[in-house]
């Protein structure tokens, strides 16, 4: 009897609400803030509870509705921005086929190179800014040109990390942390790949593996740092998560396609030389790539100021000043003289790992001898320096407004700062390693080299500490 009574007070109760509520709707204005970063203001359209079947007289199954519309984002510059988009919270009793889905699904609202994530609940939503900055490059990794007409200074099969970079140098007064970063894609026959660095949360770390036969040789036999060869990722996204009003997340990706896939990495390889003088580029690096059977992805010209569009040409726009950014990546490129030593050049940059002979043939005609190694790093102390090595890029776009407060803003030239940490000795109990050769077809030729760690990238710069006569 008491089972019965309760459950009559419960239809009474309901049906109380239909009586007051119906389908009555009421709409009011809602802000939420963004994390320090700006408000998303919205329009919710409340229903009154109304049953699933508007056919049955039953009141039981039944819903309320909550949906969310009209959404304007208003930067801290107090900029606003409309963004198209909707969605809707349906909170339900009881089950039955005819009834909506109860919950609700997040949204994702596109501005202009920025997106706001929402996920509607009763009454309320939650959420959150995401802004999209485009650096128009991130050197992957540098080779250096050995000594030795007969050389090679290349990658091999392990797995080696190589620059630990940041992004907070591009903003003030704030942390930006790395998160959920996995990225991969190759190119010289070596793979790369990025994830979320575990040695410093505020950065991600780039590895190479399976770069087994990817090496530089050497057609000359005193060092010709010209010849250093740089892998360039010219697709690079960041994506900013702010959390509060002077931190965030980022995550580092490719551009999404209109099919919402993301593009797949677009690496070239190019040496000193040659973006010292764009004339003599290749038209094939310069213009579009293709990479995974995706085509449209930039050339190397999409680093260029002034780029010429549908380029026939070399240098199509390109100047040097272009390029004077990557080349400043390698220290080395400026070197004239070959036994100039690196830890000449940068003391804490390079740090000295070991010695080794380069040797010609014993006699005119003989077979030239070849002194083939891997170069690790696994005797070495590990270290960290404190100093940093950062270098800034500009961005194909920008967010075009300031975001994440006053604490946190993109520099107003709006351009990039890669950051990277210098570091010798094993990373994560993994040590760096390089396949190295050194020959040489000249009579006569016998100098030791030096070589030193490149601690930016963890590859491997050769240099005899005195040039011999028979080397050249």
Known sequence: MLRSFLQSTKSLLYLAVLVFSGATQFAHAQSVDLNGSGTLSYITDASGYQPCDPTSTAIIPGYQSWTYSGFVYTDPTGVSHSLQGSTTYYQVSGSDPSCPPDGGYSVTLNGNDFSVDVQPSADS??????????????????????????????????????????ISASFTNATAKSYGINVAGSNFGVSFSTSTSTQDALSFQVSTSNGSGATLASLRNPVDHSQDQFLIWLNPVLVVTPTSSNTANYTLRTPIDSNGQAEPMDIININAVDLENPASIPLDVLNPQTRDNVGGLPGLANVCANPVPQCTSAPCGCTTSDFTSILATDPMVSVSLQNTLPDQVDPNRYVFVNSQVLQGPECSGCDPLRNSFTESDSQSTSATETQTYSYSIGSTHSAGFSFLGAGLTIKQDKTLTWSHAMSTGTSNGTSHTASITLGTTDVGCYENVNIYEDTVYHTFVLAPPVASAGCN
């Not at 995401?130 to 128009?136: D, E, G, T």
């Not at 992957?140 to 090679?152: H, M, R």
């Open 125 to 166: 939503l939650s959420a959150q800014l995401n802004v999209q900055l485009y650096p128009k490059f991130y050197v992957l990794s540098i080779l250096y040109a050995p000594p030795g007409n007969q050389s090679s200074n290349g990658y091999t099969n392990s797995v080696t990390n190589t620059a630990t970079t940041g």
